[in-house]
């Protein structure tokens, strides 16, 4: 979905302007992270979401949505992230 990837590409490269790529094991404090696995934090609800994938793929709307279905979602997305909710519910409409 061409235009759904552009779509997520955009928003992640908005929100992360100007932020420096970091090691997704010193953002999470997960060893699990290989040294390669690389993010720019922002302010998340998950630092994963912003994994570098370069211009194939994001974790924005995967995530987004993982997190939008689970019981609390979409009350903490209303909360905590507003502008990604908009996001979201954007892509649903394939806007």
Do not use: C, N
């Amino acid at each position: 979905m061409p235009k759904a990837l552009a779509r997520s590409l955009a928003f992640l490269q908005a929100r992360t302007q100007g932020e420096q790529l970091q090691s997704l094991r010193k953002l999470t404090g997960e060893p699990g992270y290989r040294d390669s696995e690389l993010a720019r934090p922002d302010k998340f609800f998950r630092e994963y979401i912003g994994k570098d994938y370069g211009s194939r793929s994001t974790e924005v709307t995967s995530m987004g949505y993982q997190w939008l279905t689970s019981s609390k979602g979409l009350d903490e997305l209303s909360l905590k992230d507003p502008e990604m909710l908009h996001f979201l519910l954007g892509q649903l409409a394939g806007q």
